[in-house]
Every structure is written in C-alpha cells, then in structure tokens.
C-alpha cells in the first residue's frame, strides 16, 4: 500500500535490505516459510508419479503399445535375415519371396500402429498430470495468505507454473517413455544379438562404450552450451521487452542509436554462444560418424570372414549388423535420460514447495459463526503488529479504535504511519503479535476469513481491473449479479456513460490491468464493483489520490452515495476529501496521537493541523 513506506509489504519485500534474515517463530508465527530449496534428487519424482497413477487405464495402454513396438523394432532385423537367407536364394519360389515380404510388412503395420498408440497415450498422460499438478498448484496458492507472496516472488512462482510443469510434461510424455523404450529394445537387443552371433556379440558389447563415451562427453558439453545460448536468447527477449516498453522514454531523450548499439551487442553474444554449440555438435557428429561407421565395417569385415568360412549366413550378418544398430542407439538414448530425470526432479521438487506450503491465515476447526444480520462494527484492542519480513518494526503500536455501525472513520498520517496496516488486518489477511480484533463482537481469529470478507468491501487506490470484458469486473464482488443490477450500480458510481459508450458494452474488453480505460474510469469501475458487493463495511484506501480533479470529483460523488448506510473506514492523503468524516484519526508510528472531528483536531493545533496546513497552504 501506497502509505506504508516503512512497514507495509509494497516497501519492504519487493526490495529486501540485502542481509534481511527470515522471520523467526517467536517474532511472527508463520506457517508460510520462503520456499525451501532442495538437494539435487530423483525423490520429488514421487509427486509425479503418484499424480500419474491416477490413470492406470492410460498407463496399461501406453505400456502395452511400448512393448509391441519394442518386439515390432527387434523384428525387422530378424525378419531380414529370413529374406536374405530365403527369399533371396535363387530357388525361392515367387510365392516364398512375396510370404517373406508380406511378414515384413506386417511387421511395418504394427509397428506404426503401436507407435501411433503409444505416442497419444504417453502424450495424454504427460498433458493431464501437468493439468492436474497444475490445478493443485494453483488451488493452494489461492488459499496462501498475502505474507507468503511477500517472501516469494510471484514471478517466479508464475516461472514454475509455466517452465517447470513444461519439464514435466516432457518427463511424463517423453522421457520416461523413451527410458522404457530403449530399455526394452536394449536388453531384448542383446539377447537377439546373443541367439544370432555370440562370438560376435561379446566383441560388439566391447566396442559399445567406445562409441557411446564420446556421445556422453560431448552430450554433455553440448548441454551446458545449450543452458548458456538458451540465457542469451532471454537476454534478447528481455532487452525487446524493456525497450519497447519504454519506447516513449527512449525517444523522448534521443537514444535510438545508443539503444540499437546496445541491442547489437546482446545479438553477437547469442550469435557467439550458437557458435559454440554449433561447432561442438558438428565435433560430435564427425566423430560419432567415424566410431558408429567404422564400427559397422569392422562388424561386417569379421562377418564377411565368418559368412566366408561357412560359419553364418548372409542374413544373420545383415540381421546383426542392424540390431547392433538399435541397440547402440538405445544405450546411447540411455545415457541421457538421467540429465532427464534430474531436471524433471528439480521442476517437480520446485511445484511440490508450492503444493506444500500451508496458510498462515486458515478457517479454525470449528469457526464461530457472525452474527446475522451483520451490524457493521469493528474492534481493535491493544494491537501490536510487525510484517512478516520486517520484524524488528512495529507496523502498529498497542493500537485500540472502536468503530460503530455506520460510522465514517477517516484514517490518516504521514507515509508509514500504519494505515494500509490496519485494511489489512481488518480482512485478515495477517493477525497481529498481540491484542485482538472483533468484527460485530467476534475475534477474528474465531471466525471463516472467508465470511469475515464477505462483510467488506474494498475500494483501492488503483482500481485494479482482470483482463476479463467489463461485465466480469463489474460482477466480480458478486458473481450473480443480474445485468440490471450492474448498470444500476455503474449509474450511481458515475460509470453508465463511458460503459454505455464501450464498442460492445459490458461484453467489451478492458484489456490487460483495464488499459483500455482511464484511471478515472478505472477506478469508477472499482466503486462500481463495491456497491454490487453490498457489503456492511466499506474500505476506501485513498480511492481518489491519483485521478485528476474532474475525474475526482465524479469519483467522490459516487462515493458518498456508497457510503450511506454503511461503516466506512477511509484512508486519506488528501485531507480536503475526509472533512465530512464523523471521526477522524491520526496515526503516527503506529499510534493513535489524535482523534475528533476535522474543526476540532484544526483547532488543537497538532499534527493533523500541521498536516492541513501544509496541503491548504499548497492547495492556495
């Protein structure tokens, strides 16, 4: 909150003093720890699996279509030793040659079919565990306090949304797939190899890991080069972002060529770090192509010898020589799984800490319920309150104010004198180190935070829109409103005309954060959305500071009509807006230093009257 320079989350935590230590469980009992980090493992697997296994149907299917199409692949090079050994013999018969051919084309049938198969259903699980891990992710954090996101950047939470349920669904839908696949093809490679050629199978089984090796090393190199291009390409998409966002700025002060420099210099980094990757994957293919080739004509050359000596036949050697093939190609898929499974380990560990993380702020076992109907009164008693992340400054001071049904309380004071604090409080979003708080005579400890917000409504300094059409954000304190109870509440928030005037009305889109509109207009929205509310006590945190004074003036009828009948607390920095307030009270270092109504604090010459006479004096 704007006011809150020296206590509230909005100057604390988006920019923690560098050497800030995490709050202790004895200056401010939190369940809401900062996300923990976690050793490299594959145990956070376990989360994604369990999520897996929630489809076993899906699982049995794609299981099965991986082993038929393991058995189809180790048959090919089976099927070609019987072509070559029979069909091919000079005696073969047409009908012989084309019963070998027809097998071998079965073969090819089942092989794509199974393929196909496996491919949808691994895909569809790797889909569905990212939707469900998602919708649990995101399940929790609706129910995490603001405390938990003062601590952890939203931003990165968002990152782990998108990137790391990415890895995910690449770990369920592909590499785990691909780990069961060459695992098969493999082992059941080898034993075929075993059956065709056992002298020639131990040479090849020593020749494997001279071919994989340099495939490791430079797998390896080629990663890392990849992370390393990978963070360049980022570089260039922020530097776009930044610049094109401050395009006005850029032009204003005539940096278009310092900008363009700039720009060139972040490509050529790309350029020289693809580069790199570039020439070690052209290493690697050289020297792959050199150890697998050669390795083939030394397996042929001592076939040939073989084939010549009347030890095996033709087809064996041909049958051999691509067996070999795939199981080298599989124990070299093989290798790479691990790096694999070790960054799906590290996303999944990174979502689980959002999966796990518990609320601070959590309905008790059995909540008392409100009172009905709601009289619209609230109580602070000796209330002593320090943020989560600044835990050595009191936000409030054995605060105590007694606020009746219908009565409008202006709060107001310097920059950091407490006031957010207490809107904050009031809707439990946090709960104070000392004293208590009573909604309608219930502590708020006692009660649902759900029911307890249900009884407010809050006008914030900026109205903050959805990127949703006008008709959601209007509806957004009470979802059921009827169209004719939104453009009543739009009337009396001066928001009909602008709205009627949309190209599409209420179905219109306001854009990203409302950009279609003014900050007027905006905030008019805002009103609009609290008198749907309907709730018994309204919340005004300086609900006209940043508008002009035409659009403040329209803002402010609307909010008195708001205001009637209900009990209003009003944060105020413009103390011309709170005249009119039943009570007025000042705040200073989290204490109240004063309190009455706007002639008699003039009169008693404090800081309120020090205060007003700075901004009349300014006004004039």
Known sequence: ????????????????????????????????????????????????????????????????????????????????????????????????????????????????IGTALRFYFVSWLGERVVADIRLKVQENLLRLSPGFYEVNSPKEISSRMTSDTAIIENLVGTTVSVALRNALTAIGGIGLLLFLAPSLTLGLLIGIPLVIAPIVYFGRRIRAVSRSSQDRIADVGAYVTEVLSAMKIVQSFGQEQREGERFARVVENTFETARRRILLRAAMTAVVILLVFGGVVLVMWRGALAVAAGEISGGTIAAFVLTGGLVAGALGALTEVYGDLLRGAGAASRLAELLEAKPDIAPPARPQPLPVPPRGSLSFRNVTFRYPARPEVAALRDFSLEIEPGETVAIVGPSGAGKSTIFQLAQRFYDPQAGTIRLDGVPLTAADPAEIRARMALVPQEGVLFSANARDNLRYGRWEASDEEIWEAARAANAEGFLRALPQGLDTHLGEGGTQLSGGQQQRIAIARALLRDAPILLLDEATSALDAESEQLVQQALEGLMQGRTTLVIAHRLATVRAADRIVVLDEGRIVEQGSHEALIKAGGLYARLARLQFTEAA
Not at 39 to 47: F, I, V, Y
Not at 75 to 99: M, T
């Open 1 to 112: 909150m704007h006011q809150e320079a020296a206590h509230s989350p909005a100057a604390s935590d988006k920019t923690p003093d560098a050497g800030a230590q995490p709050v202790s469980a004895a200056a401010a009992p939190r369940a809401e720890a900062e996300i923990p980090r976690r050793g490299r493992s594959l145990a956070p697997l376990r989360m994604v699996f369990a999520t897996t296994l929630a489809y076993p149907r899906q699982i049995a299917l794609a299981l099965t279509a991986l082993v038929i199409t393991s058995a189809a692949t180790l048959a090919i090079p089976y099927r070609f030793k019987v072509i070559i050994d029979r069909a091919f013999n000079q005696a073969a018969s047409p009908a012989e040659i084309g019963r070998a051919f027809e097998y071998l084309l079965m073969i090819v049938v089942i092989l794509g």
